[in-house]
């Protein structure tokens, strides 16, 4: 692309796209995705997250079959029946079937945390692994997300990767005190993008007290 799109379009026209090319991906764009990624706020300017990129094809594989077996496990009576070609079926479909298809996606990108407990979890109760610091990896993802849409790059969030998050971390090396926190399929995309469907803020926004659905300003 010559020129970044506006902000405001990006975001507003960023729906997840998960039916994407094998084309391969430069080391420079997802070097400067990445950089853009690193200028997120975070608490205390910690940085506490790394990424880790997967190519290998084996990797993706696995990968692929791990989250395929998990979301028709959780999702199955989701599917829709056969002959509804709605809207939402089609988006339901292409989602219940990613994860036959991962492997042959360009690039998976993992999004991992330092493990830290909630300051609202006293000491007496911190056991086992800490979560990862959500807070501060969160808006590094969004920043990730912006900047693929930006670049044309078409890309989606998953967290079903938690259920088998164990398994992953160990076949990949990662250590215990970081956990995944996203996973990004990344790569062209088949389609176009288009704008999202959301509530308008109006019909979600409260003001003063929860009762209070309008402003009097």
């Not at 799109?5 to 990006?10: G, I, S």
């Not at 990662?174 to 062209?188: H, K």
Request: charged share 20%; glycine share 6%; with cysteine.
């Amino acid at each position: 692309m010559s020129q970044d799109e506006n902000l405001f379009h990006v975001m507003k026209n960023m729906r997840p796209m998960r039916r994407l090319k094998p084309n391969p991906i430069s080391d420079a764009l997802i070097e400067e995705i990445l950089d853009a990624a690193s200028c997120a706020p975070n608490s205390l300017n910690s940085q506490p997250y790394r990424f880790l990129l997967i190519r290998d094809a084996t990797q993706k594989g696995w990968f692929g079959k791990q989250y395929d077996a998990a979301m028709w496990d959780r999702f199955a009576a989701m599917s829709p029946k056969d002959g509804d070609d709605s809207k939402n079926a089609r988006n339901v479909r292409t989602a219940m079937q990613m994860g036959k298809h991962i492997k042959d996606i360009p690039l998976l990108l993992l999004v991992c945390g330092v493990r830290d407990w909630p300051f609202s979890v006293q000491e007496k109760d911190r056991v086992g692994l800490a979560p990862a610091s959500l807070g501060s990896v969160y808006p590094c993802i969004q920043n990730i997300l912006l900047a693929c849409r930006a670049k044309g790059l078409g890309a989606s969030l998953t967290t079903m990767h938690q259920v088998f998050e164990e398994n992953l971390c160990s076949r990949l090396g990662i250590p215990a005190d970081f956990g995944v926190v996203g996973v990004i399929p990344i790569g062209y995309p088949i389609g176009s993008f288009g704008p999202v469907s959301r509530l308008p803020a109006r019909d979600l926004t409260f003001y003063e007290t929860w009762s209070e659905k309008s402003s009097a300003c």
